[in-house]
């Protein structure tokens, strides 16, 4: 297959999976996320039912994926953007809190429908896991192939952290606040509770980072 035959094919798979989740948002906002089966997604959308489970495994992840979309494309071009001379760590946390707390991914709309559903909410979390591939590519930029396991590990770190933190602020009953109508409040702030779980990581980032260095500098 030809480089322009692959590079169509993966635009028009980025188009099916846009068109999904921008099918999946209209709908859950204007029939409630509960009353959204995968085959009116698919029929929105203008594609198989089978297709759809080519893309996302339930109407939640598509739903969240609305709101979360090329989030961890992002965080790894912000990283990759970051001047070498600062900290590997100091970057990672600055990218994750920058993309995190964007004012667009935090919509009222969307922050509403996310935390009224326990299962939207969970979702949410759980799409926390998509910044790992992504983010191995930034981190092991930073620290040469020779050390992609290495970046492997720090970014599945990172991404843990991060759903750590996601989940105290919406998951967690004991983090949040619940109001009638069974919405829970996000609780504490987000850019904090990041940062806090972030750091406990910050060691083996700098540890990973000068053992990097001396061949990054041959």
């Known amino acids: 297959m030809t480089a322009g035959r692959t590079g169509l094919r993966e635009q028009k798979k980025q188009a099916t999976r846009q068109a999904l ?98 299962a939207l909410r969970e979702a949410f979390v759980d799409a926390a896991a998509a910044i790992e591939h992504p983010l191995t590519d930034a981190i092991a930029g930073r620290l040469g192939d020779a050390h992609r396991d290495t970046a492997r590990v720090l970014a599945a770190s990172v991404a843990a952290a991060v759903r750590v933190a996601l989940d105290r602020w919406v998951g967690s009953p004991a983090a949040a606040s619940s109001v009638a109508g069974g919405l829970v409040v996000p609780s504490g702030s987000l850019p904090g509770l990041l940062r806090a779980a972030l750091a406990p990581l910050a060691p083996a980032l700098d540890a990973a980072e000068r053992r990097a260095a001396p061949a990054r500098h041959d």
Do not use: C, F, H, K
């Open 21 to 118: 989740r921008e099918a999946a948002w209209r709908l859950a906002l204007e029939r409630g996320p509960d009353n959204v089966r995968v085959d009116d997604i698919a029929e929105a959308a203008g594609v198989s039912p089978r297709t759809y489970n080519n893309y996302y495994s339930s109407r939640e992840q598509a739903i969240v994926a609305a709101v979360t979309a090329e989030r961890e494309s992002r965080v790894a071009a912000a990283i990759a953007a970051r001047p070498d001379d600062v900290r590997l760590a100091d970057a990672v946390a600055d990218a994750i809190v920058e993309q995190y707390t964007d004012p667009g991914a935090q919509d009222g709309d969307a922050l509403l429908l996310i935390t009224t559903s326990p």
